[in-house]
């Protein structure tokens, strides 16, 4: 089915109802909050009434989007959040494909398989046979670009607003790192048409995602490029690893480390980044790169994980340490192709 048909059968279903849960991951980003938000506004012009829920709370940095005190935090207000989802007639999940990444939200989800689910997403692996409609795609900067796309099918004229273009230039700015990176001709194009269709400022927006820090949050940045990372030149590979200790001397809070993994790619040679940091029970590990190596790939072949070409994330059940010494134990496979 085109993307015409899918959008025009995504707005079907969403006007057929009227309570709607809107869901999206776990460590929620500038992308989860900003396509779930334009979506959220976009719906109640449609007369319904929706509400967000997320799995866990968000980094302080996007506190000031529209609409943002409206979210639900599921692990701050779990019982509110599974009554409203018990009520739903009709879920709404953005920018995952993968129940589990909403972390321990899944439990109670998993009570609701027989709600209608529509999915809107542009990571690798959606099975499309799980939902009423899925809109899903890859070549797409952002989960927000797609909710641009699905709002401009129903007329821009009627229903964008400074609140709906605001949250999707939050998600596109965020998810192309400022337009350096997943970007496609119509990612320009549809940024364009959205400022030039509204009052929103652009400069303002950047300002208020990047130029927000703490203290302590840009403290830490330069511990962890000064102390915590190490460049493999014979892999052009660098990685950088944040320990709890490291992080609560930093008095560590959501979204502080958010963006780290993406400086080491500013050296040269450097083609690959990984970024690991020692969570509760387990190791997340943080994939950026450049040009054509895929740690989509790499990820999915040894770190339980996956995303984009150039953007993957993965994790280990292990120490710091052993997951330092598995990575750099995968280089030699890709040594020819980490130095193209």
């Excluded at 809107?22 to 009434?49: E, F, M, Q, R, T």
């Excluded at 690798?124 to 670009?145: H, L, P, R």
């Amino acid at each position: 089915m085109c993307n015409e048909l899918i959008i025009k059968s995504l707005i079907e279903i969403i006007s057929g109802f009227r309570k709607i849960v809107i869901v999206s991951h776990v460590n929620p980003d500038g992308d989860a909050l900003g396509s779930s938000l334009a979506l959220y506004y976009y719906i109640k012009k449609l007369g319904a009434d929706p509400v967000v829920i997320i799995p866990n709370d968000y980094p302080s940095f996007y506190a000031w989007m529209p609409g943002i005190k409206d979210v639900i935090v599921y692990d701050k207000d779990t019982v509110r959040a599974t009554r409203i989802m018990s009520e739903a007639e009709l879920f709404c999940f953005l920018d995952f494909n993968v129940v589990s990444r909403t972390g321990l939200m899944h439990n109670d989800l998993c009570h609701f398989n027989k709600i209608p689910k529509i999915l809107i997403d542009h990571h690798i692996g959606a099975d499309s046979t799980q939902y009423v409609a899925c809109y899903s795609k890859t070549d797409v900067s952002s989960t927000s670009e797609m909710v641009a796309e699905v709002i401009k099918y129903h007329g821009f004229d009627k229903y964008l607003d400074d609140n709906i273009a605001t949250n999707i230039l939050v998600g596109m700015i965020t998810d192309t790192g400022s337009f350096s990176h997943s970007i496609f001709k119509n990612t320009f194009s549809i940024c364009g048409e959205i400022i030039s269709r509204t009052k929103v400022n652009y400069k303002e927006i950047h300002q208020n995602i990047y130029d927000n820090s703490t203290e302590n949050r840009l403290r830490l940045l330069g511990f962890l490029i000064n102390d915590r990372m190490t460049i493999l030149n014979e892999y052009n590979t660098a990685y950088i690893y944040a320990s709890k200790s490291d992080l609560e001397k930093f008095n560590y809070q959501i979204g502080d480390t958010e963006g780290v993994v993406n400086y080491p790619l500013s050296i040269s040679n450097v083609k690959m980044s990984v970024f690991i940091t020692e969570k509760q029970g387990c190791i997340r590990l943080s994939f950026r790169s450049k040009g054509d190596f895929s740690v989509n790939d790499l990820t999915r072949k040894h770190f339980d994980g996956g995303g984009h070409l150039n953007a993957a994330g993965g994790t280990l059940e292990c120490s710091l340490e052993e997951a330092i010494e598995k990575l750099i134990s995968i280089l030699p496979e890709y040594k020819e192709e980490l130095n193209k």
